[in-house]
């Protein structure tokens, strides 16, 4: 069965309401602003040893972290540029304070695992599985990508989290990959 638009809508409103209830923090558009801290969700994360529940608190208590987002992983512009950015600067961006660089993307830990093998990062980012886009969601930056047969996914940002505090965020307009870039993020770093 179909919801009708007007349905869906109030659906969706709904949901954005108990969000913002639960994760106060986040402005009225529901997007996290820098100053404000990172929700407390759980992400599963592929390890040598098996994946791992990890909780916000876990990921980005006490350090300073790279955070970068895209909407799939194998997906053309993420595969090509926006993992590669910051594999390549890694070395860049840690000689700039950064002790940590994580990517999250709204795919199960079995193909961020898999992504993170073929790119050959596995040692080098975290790879952060947001399976059902709570993460995404409580941060307000979660994006509708079913005309394209994709479902709920993330839209492309970077941030820089001292503390789960986040300091500076970059949010891409659809079908842009510019600001979210490595080389933004460390033109933002002292």
Same mark, same amino acid.
């Given at each position: 069965?179909?919801?009708?638009?007007?349905?869906?809508?109030?659906?969706?409103?709904?949901?954005?309401?108990?969000?913002?209830?639960?994760?106060?923090?986040?402005?009225?558009?529901?997007?996290?602003?820098?100053?404000?801290?990172?929700?407390?969700?759980?992400?599963?994360?592929?390890?040598?040893?098996?994946?791992?529940? !990890?909780?916000? +608190?876990?990921?980005?208590?006490? &350090?300073?972290?790279? #955070?970068? %987002?895209?909407?799939?992983? =194998?997906?053309?512009?993420?595969?090509?540029?926006?993992?590669?950015?910051?594999?390549?600067?890694?070395?860049?961006?840690?000689?700039?304070?950064?002790?940590?660089?994580?990517?999250?993307?709204?795919?199960?830990?079995?193909?961020?695992?898999?992504?993170?093998?073929?790119?050959?990062?596995?040692?080098?980012?975290?790879? !952060?599985?947001? +399976?059902?886009?709570?993460?995404? &969601?409580?941060?307000? #930056?979660? %994006?509708?990508?079913?005309? =394209?047969?994709?479902?709920?996914?993330?839209?492309?940002?970077?941030?820089?989290?001292?503390?789960?505090?986040?300091?500076?965020?970059?949010?891409?307009?659809?079908?842009?990959?510019?600001?979210?870039?490595?080389?933004?993020?460390?033109?933002?770093?002292?």
């Amino acid at each position: 069965m179909l919801l009708r638009p007007s349905i869906w809508r109030k659906g969706v409103l709904a949901y954005r309401a108990m969000t913002s209830y639960i994760f106060p923090q986040c402005e009225e558009d529901g997007m996290i602003k820098a100053g404000e801290q990172l929700p407390d969700v759980a992400f599963n994360v592929p390890t040598t040893e098996g994946m791992k529940q !990890l909780r916000t +608190g876990d990921v980005f208590g006490g &350090k300073t972290v790279a #955070l970068f %987002a895209v909407p799939g992983a =194998f997906t053309p512009t993420c595969s090509a540029k926006h993992l590669p950015s910051f594999k390549e600067k890694a070395g860049e961006l840690r000689a700039k304070g950064v002790d940590a660089i994580a990517c999250t993307s709204v795919n199960d830990h079995f193909v961020m695992s898999a992504w993170a093998r073929d790119q050959g990062c596995v040692d080098e980012i975290v790879m !952060l599985s947001d +399976g059902s886009a709570d993460f995404a &969601k409580a941060i307000g #930056l979660d %994006a509708d990508f079913s005309k =394209f047969g994709m479902g709920a996914r993330s839209k492309r940002y970077s941030m820089i989290v001292k503390d789960g505090v986040v300091e500076t965020i970059n949010v891409e307009e659809p079908g842009e990959y510019k600001v979210s870039s490595a080389e933004h993020m460390l033109t933002q770093l002292s």
